[in-house]
């Protein structure tokens, strides 16, 4: 659950938006995006653009499957 939609369910107030997109490469993404946007790329795993200036967080779906306990017990 991204940082926006859990602050949603505590009333509090949003610190930024998180978007996810489905269906382009991350690669493509990027390129899409850097065109008009500056952005800061986060996470090693997985990607996450953050657009600089702007308080949006985007990122693609992961693929992952639960090998363990607690929350980094995924592969």
């Not at 008009?36 to 990607?47: D, P, S, T, W």
């Not at 653009?49 to 306990?69: A, H, N, Q």
């Amino acid at each position: 659950m991204g940082g926006c939609v859990r602050d949603f369910f505590l009333s509090q107030t949003p610190k930024d938006i998180d978007i996810e997109v489905f269906g382009l490469e991350s690669k493509k993404l990027q390129a899409l995006l850097s065109k008009k946007y500056e952005l800061i790329k986060v996470g090693k795993a997985f990607g996450v653009f953050k657009v600089r200036g702007y308080g949006i967080d985007i990122s693609l779906p992961r693929l992952e499957s639960k090998m363990g306990e607690g929350h980094k017990g995924f592969e």
